[in-house]
């Protein structure tokens, strides 16, 4: 995982309100509100980024709607 280029899901997270970034390997979460609202994200870079904001989206103010811009790369998993 430490590899792993996540600067989209936290591009996504921080639209939505959280306060997160990418220092070296290390994510780095300071806090925030998550509004919530609507995200995009491509849907073949990692089906984990779709899974995780739908995992969050009930704990959004505003309730979420989730925008893929691709195929995902595996479906079944979301």
């Known amino acids: 995982m430490a590899r792993r280029p996540v600067a989209p899901l ?5 639209s939505l309100g959280a306060g997160c970034r990418q220092e070296g390997t290390a ?7 998550l509004v919530g609202g609507e995200v ?3 849907g073949d ?9 739908m995992l969050i989206a009930p704990m959004t103010e ?4 989730i925008h893929i811009t691709t195929p995902p790369r595996s479906s079944s998993y979301i």
């Open 27 to 33: 994510v780095i979460i300071d806090g925030g509100n």
């Open 62 to 65: 505003k309730g979420l709607t």
């Open 45 to 53: 870079v990692s089906s984990q980024f779709i899974s995780a904001l």
């Open 40 to 42: 995009s994200l491509e």
């Open 10 to 14: 936290l591009a996504a997270l921080t």
